[in-house]
């Protein structure tokens, strides 16, 4: 049978970390746009060191970015085989609940 707490534990688990990363991605990005601005502003050593550090920002942001989306793609091919395996240890009840959401669309579209 389908464990819904480990369910439940793995996607609030993932919702977080892609908030998390979300929040930090947002901050590097900002810091990024700020020190690339006061870049243009400067000239010389000074100013291709604050280009280098916005560069190096945007690249953990993205790197942050990527690795969110490995996770998110196992997480999402966990969920998958779990629910296939649902599904086959109950076909009748997975038929029952499919009938009933066709049902209940079907009630709905047909009131419009």
């Known amino acids: 049978m389908l464990d819904t707490t480990t ?3 793995g996607t609030s688990n993932l ?4 908030n998390a990363v ?5 901050t590097l990005v900002k810091d990024a746009q700020t ?8 000239t010389g050593e000074k100013a291709e060191d604050m280009r ?4 190096e920002m945007l690249d953990v942001a993205l790197g942050k970015a990527s690795q969110v989306q ?3 793609i196992v997480k999402g091919k966990e969920l998958a085989h779990t629910a296939d395996v649902y599904v086959k240890d109950n076909p009748w009840r997975t038929i029952a609940a499919a009938a009933s959401v066709g049902l209940l669309v079907g009630v709905i579209l047909g009131r419009k």
Do not use: E, F, I, Y
Not at 15 to 18: E, F, L, T, Y
Not at 22 to 26: A, F, P
Not at 35 to 42: E, G, H, I, M, V
Not at 52 to 55: I, L, T, V, Y
């Open 52 to 55: 280098a550090r916005g560069m």
């Open 70 to 72: 490995g996770q998110a």
């Open 7 to 9: 369910r439940s534990n």
């Open 15 to 18: 919702n977080g970390n892609v």
């Open 35 to 42: 020190l690339l601005s006061a870049a243009a502003a400067l």
């Open 22 to 26: 979300q929040t930090d991605v947002k």
